[in-house]
Nanobody, 120 residues
Framework: QVQLVESGGGLVQPGGSLRLSCAAS??????????MSWYRQAPGKERELVAR????????NYVDSVKGRFTISRDNSKNTGYLQMNSLKPEDTAVYYC???????????WGKGTLVTVSS
């Protein structure tokens, strides 16, 4: 059974940091073959792409609002992806979801999300 399990969310003050993890298991192909993305959905808003790291790790993209503050990475030996979030702002408050997809497939795998709340 394919699973993506996010962890690391919580309550943090503005300017603080969090590191999200996404543990993958049960994939039909090696985890390294999957592009991995982080999305977020704030209350009353649509889900948006935050960051993506292409299979192989050579191509990384960020939404403009997090550039310079967030870093996406992956450890294929651990089947795990990460999102390091620094200088957090209240507008970063959202449920963060992990997504995995092989570039040649239309099948998307999603985690259940982890809540990040940035508030003083």
């Amino acid at each position: 059974q394919v699973q993506l399990v996010e962890s690391g969310g919580g309550l943090v003050q503005p300017g603080g940091s969090l590191r999200l993890s996404c543990a993958a298991s049960g994939f039909p192909f090696p985890f390294s073959m999957y592009s991995m993305s982080w999305y977020r959905q704030a209350p009353g808003k649509e889900r948006e792409l935050v960051a993506r790291i292409i299979s192989g790790g050579g191509n990384i993209n960020y939404v403009d609002s997090v550039k310079g503050r967030f870093t996406i990475s992956r450890d294929n030996s651990k089947n795990t992806g990460y999102l390091q979030m620094n200088s957090l702002k209240p507008e970063d408050t959202a449920v963060y979801y992990c997504n995995a997809r092989r570039p040649t497939s239309v099948v998307n795998y999603w985690g259940k999300g982890t809540l990040v709340t940035v508030s003083s």
